[in-house]
């Protein structure tokens, strides 16, 4: 291939195009990541403490930075093509030895492998591999052959800083002291790669296919609500009971999933991948990718998995035998999970049209704090009726939100059916021509 821009492609690595779409194989990858975040929630959730649910946190948010480094990397180049998908499949071997190794990534288990050292191992191998693809484009341009040095050294400090917490968890004799430096050194290695790896990757933040760009967060949004219906049809176990009460809250969880995905994906994700394609200056396109996409779509994501996990329990619980009809209370730890899990979603997308379309949206902002004001009340009834409630609340303020919105609803969908109706012409012609 030519060359541009001082950047030599060869055959190992193909550029993306602006009318790129998301391959298969970036798709296999999303599913690996949403297997990664839900493990480690499920494994908070076995032994949940505030420092737990911190832990969690931390982790979540470097799965989420190690996960946006492949759209990066996928939108600049075809993830599909040339030597990308052998990185990738080294990437989905990390990134199960990571999950593998989550429970002893803070306190390390007798019996086994170091389990910080193989959590750090892991990360930094996922981190690497990325760099290593664009160290190879770069491989002719002095400049940024530099800058991609500078921008190693990022996940290099952030693995050494996990691996020095690992190490003053287990030589540090004083429980609590150990635990808060571990925190903080977890903290300090999370600002160094988002602060820091923004600040550096200026360049990488470029988006060459607005569609592709917009897709993959799309994707990653369905696979997780798509995880909340494989909890709701598994539960802890396969084989639940389907007495009344389990299928009323199926039923319930459905009709909830449903809301959330029409909330985003029946106007939202049409109106953002628009105006990321109208950002024509690379300042603003690059504020969309980043602030809207990057940073405002993992809460979406932390609200779905949390949703998803405080339906597993509910199921498990409603299925038990010795389990009164309808339920227990739900009670304020599993409420704070479900409500709070829906709320955070619906807040995001409100951020969502704040930032991207500068409006606001206020029926989902009154349906987040309905779910917060109707907790004291919610979580004190049988879990079923909790749901029931959680169900009504969510579903009646989607409504809402799509009656409210004045002929913008018609505008994005007009707009994206004829890009669409465009798009499956062209490609029609092609094949007539060419197959």
């Known amino acids: 291939m030519g060359n541009g821009g001082g950047v030599r ?58 996960w946006t480094g492949f759209v990066r990397m996928g939108n600049a180049l075809r993830a599909d093509q040339g030597v990308l998908p052998l990185v990738g499949f080294v990437t989905v071997a990390a990134t199960f030895l990571l999950v593998l190794s989550a429970p002893s990534a803070f306190t390390d288990r007798p019996g086994g492998l170091p389990g910080p050292l193989v959590f750090a191992g892991s990360y930094f191998v996922i981190r690497m591999a990325q760099l290593a ?98 909890a709701l049809g598994l539960g802890p176990k396969t084989g639940l009971p389907l007495t009344g009460p389990v299928a009323v809250a199926a039923l319930l969880g459905i009709l909830i999933v449903a809301a959330l995905w029409w909330a985003y994906f029946d106007t939202l994700a049409f109106a953002l991948e628009q105006a990321l394609h109208h950002a024509r200056d690379e300042a603003a396109r690059r504020r969309l990718a980043r602030d809207v996409y990057t940073f405002l779509h993992l809460p979406m994501i932390i609200g779905t998995i949390l949703y998803a996990l405080g339906l597993k329990d509910l199921l498990a619980e409603v299925a038990a035998e010795e389990t009164p009809d309808w339920g227990w209370p739900l009670g304020g730890f599993w409420g704070g999970v479900l409500f709070g899990g829906v709320a955070l979603y619906l807040l995001s997308l409100a951020a969502c049209w704040r930032l991207a379309l500068r409006e606001t949206h206020w029926p989902l902002l009154v349906t987040a704090a309905a779910l917060a004001l109707s907790g004291p009340f919610a979580f004190r009834v049988p879990e079923v009726a909790a749901l029931g409630v959680l169900a009504v609340l969510t579903a009646v303020g989607v409504a809402w939100e799509t009656r409210s919105e004045d002929g913008r609803r018609r505008r994005v969908r007009q707009l994206a059916l004829e890009e669409q109706l465009a798009s499956e012409a062209e490609q029609s012609r092609w094949r007539r021509e060419h197959l």
């Open 9 to 66: 492609w060869s055959w190992s690595v193909r550029p993306g195009a602006p009318g790129s779409r998301t391959t298969r194989l970036e798709l296999f990858y999303d599913l690996v990541f949403v297997f990664a975040f839900l493990s480690v929630t499920t494994l908070t959730a076995s032994e949940l403490t505030p420092v737990n649910l911190y832990r969690f946190l931390l982790v979540l948010a470097l799965l989420w930075w190690s």
């Open 133 to 230: 693809i664009l160290g190879w484009v770069e491989r002719s341009d002095p400049v940024g052959r530099r800058r991609l040095l500078t921008r190693a050294l990022v996940p290099t400090v952030a693995t050494v800083l996990l691996v020095v917490a690992g190490i003053v968890r287990s030589e540090v004799s004083d429980e609590r002291l150990a635990v808060v430096l571990q925190l903080l050194l977890w903290t300090l290695a999370l600002l160094i790669e988002y602060v820091v790896g923004v600040t550096l990757a200026r360049r990488w933040w470029v988006v060459t296919s607005a569609g592709h760009w917009a897709e993959r967060h799309a994707l990653m949004v369905l696979i997780a609500l798509g995880e909340s219906i494989i």
